[in-house]
């Protein structure tokens, strides 16, 4: 069992950065992948990127390739999320979220993923 808890979010211009914390507690171990999901009114929860809790393998949809970074503190428990460049699209509520391993699916898929954060609210003005 992992409970997560998202900070950070706010209110940023157009191109401007935020970063994302998720603190994880619970039992966290190699077994778990993790990830940071988005969702907007109306729209179904989409992938924006995974990360390994042991390892270095990283994953990131194609819309925020190369502007957000993925990465981890495993002596602190959290995950981080760090947005550059940010666009008005981006807009939307962030949650992270940790595979369940017993569940089988792509790391994209958020049917794979069995624990979740409350979420944080990223607004981005244009």
């Known amino acids: 069992q992992v409970m997560l808890v998202e900070s950070g979010g706010g209110l940023v211009q157009a191109g401007g950065s935020l970063r994302l914390s998720c603190a994880a507690s619970?039992?966290?171990?190699?077994?778990?992948?993790l990830g940071w999901f988005r969702q907007v009114p109306g729209k179904e929860r989409e992938f924006v990127a995974a990360?390994?809790?042991?390892?270095?393998?990283?994953y990131y949809s194609d819309f925020v390739k190369g502007r957000f970074t993925i990465s981890r503190d495993n002596a602190k428990n959290t995950m981080y999320l760090q947005m550059n460049s940010l666009k008005s699209e981006d807009t939307a509520v962030y949650y992270c979220?940790?595979?369940?391993?017993?569940?089988?699916?792509?790391?994209?898929?958020?049917?794979?993923?069995?624990?979740w954060g409350q979420g944080t609210q990223v607004t981005v003005s244009s």
């Open positions: 619970g039992r966290t171990s190699s077994n778990y992948g």
């Open positions: 979220a940790a595979r369940d391993p017993s569940r089988a699916g792509s790391y994209d898929s958020r049917y794979t993923y069995g624990y």
């Open positions: 990360i390994r809790w042991r390892g270095s393998s990283t």
